[in-house]
């Protein structure tokens, strides 16, 4: 049964990094075309 966990821990990684990845993307992209949109820079 530990090797389960142990294995369930280590998976849990990448899809946490890959959740807080997409919701990094999709805000830049949102602020991307507003910016495009508005006529200003995003920096």
């Known amino acids: 049964m530990d090797t389960f966990w142990i294995t ?3 998976l ?9 990845l ?3 993307v999709v805000s830049i992209g949102r602020d991307f075309l507003v910016a ?3 006529g200003t820079e995003i920096v």
């Open 12 to 20: 849990v990684w990448p899809v946490i990094a890959a959740g807080v």
């Open 36 to 38: 495009r949109r508005t």
């Open 8 to 10: 369930a821990y280590i």
């Open 22 to 24: 997409a919701v990094l």
